[in-house]
């Protein structure tokens, strides 16, 4: 058993408390879900070593900022296991950037590449294989490395943190933190000129760090998705990315809308004002080039309609999954987004 992933994993169905997440492994441990000779208190103090958690004056832990970056570490590695093997391409962008990464795979040079882009080890072997010895050039001999055109993405993941989200026993908010922790580990370290921010919408919408994210928990909340959408939209407008994106993670209908300064709330059916004022300001998104990709973690027909209509009116994408089927597609997304080959 990976102690670590489980403590992980526990934690941030713990909203990020530590103490309680130690006494959950304890409790499993005593359920016999834990090997008895696996010995907790070392594996705590161990944690203590590494100072992923730090301990106040009053004696009580918590998680450190050590912590964080490896708790995000470890959801990128669980979701973007495929990254490393290649299972995913990459693909065309809606906007190219300027930046350009050298590849390490190399091909024949055609007239107009960039002669910056010669390999000169590679193309003098050729010139002396193809010589028998002698320094003789022709065009053939040469062989100029792949590259691959950057360009700069400006994303929002928008997560859903009304009652449904824990709803029946069942813990889609854990997931949903790990992907957006995930998406934080992949743009910092592998893009880092890209911007990320993430907000939360229930009846209200709200900005968050991302340090914040091990503790994000659901509440007693309707579904104002038009807000988070209209909160997205204004803090993409201040980037400078071409590329502009929300990722909206939810289960639900929108239940929700901001009237003036009342939230007007309708958890019932599908409201027509709140649906119809919700699809405006996806519309408006699409007016501005922002392409809204959402998530649905349900499969009830009056829902996946709503959704596929905002998906139409965005023209944006849509994917019906599980919540452990988010990391997979947000990540394929992502890349579509903002990535092609040049040759």
Same mark, same amino acid.
């Given at each position: 058993?990976?102690?670590?992933?489980?403590?992980?994993?526990?934690?941030?169905?713990?909203?990020?408390? #530590?103490?309680?997440?130690? *006494?959950?492994?304890?409790? /499993?441990? $005593?359920?016999?879900?834990?090997?008895? &000779?696996? =010995? @907790?208190?070392?594996?705590?103090?161990?944690?203590?070593?590494?100072?992923?958690?730090?301990?106040?004056?009053?004696?009580?832990?918590?998680?450190?900022?050590?912590?964080?970056?490896?708790?995000?570490?470890?959801?990128?590695?669980?979701?973007f296991?495929?990254?490393a093997?290649?299972?995913?391409?990459?693909?065309? #962008?809606?906007?190219?950037? *300027?930046?350009?990464?050298? /590849?390490? $795979?190399?091909?024949?040079?055609?007239? &107009?590449? =960039? @002669?910056?882009?010669?390999?000169?080890?590679?193309?003098?072997?050729?010139?002396?294989?193809?010589?028998?010895?002698?320094?003789?050039?022709?065009?053939?001999?040469?062989?100029?490395?792949?590259?691959?055109?950057?360009?700069?993405?400006?994303?929002?993941v928008?997560?859903?943190?009304?009652?449904?989200?824990?709803?029946?026993?069942?813990?889609r908010?854990?997931?949903?933190?790990?992907?957006?922790?995930?998406?934080?580990?992949?743009?910092?370290?592998?893009?880092?000129?890209?911007?990320?921010?993430?907000?939360l919408?229930?009846?209200?919408?709200?900005?968050?760090?991302?340090?914040?994210?091990?503790?994000?928990?659901?509440?007693?909340?309707?579904?104002?998705?038009?807000?988070?959408?209209?909160?997205?939209?204004?803090?993409?407008?201040?980037k400078?990315?071409?590329?502009?994106?929300?990722?909206?993670?939810?289960?639900?209908?929108?239940?929700?809308?901001?009237?003036?300064d009342?939230?007007?709330?309708?958890?019932?059916?599908?409201?027509?004002?709140?649906?119809?004022?919700?699809?405006?300001?996806?519309?408006?998104?699409?007016?501005?080039g922002?392409?809204?990709?959402?998530?649905?973690?349900?499969?009830?027909?009056?829902?996946?309609?709503?959704?596929?209509?905002?998906?139409?009116?965005?023209?944006?994408?849509?994917?019906?999954?599980?919540?452990?089927?988010?990391g997979?597609?947000?990540?394929?997304?992502?890349?579509?987004?903002?990535?092609?080959?040049?040759?």
């Amino acid at each position: 058993m990976d102690l670590m992933r489980l403590f992980n994993q526990l934690l941030l169905a713990a909203g990020g408390d #530590v103490e309680e997440t130690m *006494e959950w492994l304890r409790y /499993l441990q $005593e359920q016999g879900y834990i090997g008895e &000779g696996l =010995d @907790l208190d070392a594996f705590f103090e161990e944690l203590e070593r590494q100072r992923m958690v730090e301990r106040a004056s009053d004696g009580s832990l918590s998680l450190s900022s050590t912590g964080e970056r490896r708790i995000r570490r470890s959801a990128f590695e669980e979701i973007f296991s495929d990254l490393a093997k290649g299972g995913i391409g990459y693909h065309a #962008v809606r906007a190219e950037g *300027e930046g350009v990464e050298q /590849l390490p $795979e190399r091909r024949a040079y055609e007239f &107009g590449d =960039d @002669l910056h882009r010669i390999d000169s080890t590679a193309s003098v072997h050729n010139a002396l294989r193809r010589t028998m010895g002698r320094l003789e050039f022709q065009e053939s001999d040469l062989e100029v490395y792949e590259t691959e055109h950057l360009s700069a993405c400006a994303t929002v993941v928008a997560i859903d943190i009304s009652h449904s989200m824990i709803l029946y026993g069942e813990d889609r908010i854990t997931p949903a933190k790990k992907v957006a922790l995930a998406l934080t580990e992949l743009i910092t370290t592998k893009y880092p000129k890209d911007s990320l921010g993430v907000l939360l919408f229930g009846d209200r919408a709200e900005r968050v760090e991302l340090s914040e994210l091990p503790y994000v928990q659901a509440g007693p909340f309707h579904t104002n998705t038009r807000e988070g959408l209209q909160m997205a939209r204004s803090m993409l407008a201040r980037k400078k990315q071409p590329n502009k994106q929300i990722f909206l993670i939810t289960d639900g209908k929108p239940s929700a809308i901001t009237d003036g300064d009342n939230i007007y709330k309708n958890p019932f059916g599908l409201d027509m004002k709140i649906v119809t004022a919700t699809l405006e300001e996806a519309d408006l998104c699409r007016r501005q080039g922002v392409v809204i990709t959402t998530f649905m973690l349900a499969t009830d027909a009056m829902l996946t309609e709503f959704v596929e209509r905002l998906t139409q009116v965005n023209r944006g994408r849509a994917y019906f999954a599980s919540p452990y089927d988010l990391g997979e597609f947000i990540l394929a997304d992502y890349i579509k987004n903002r990535r092609k080959r040049v040759r």
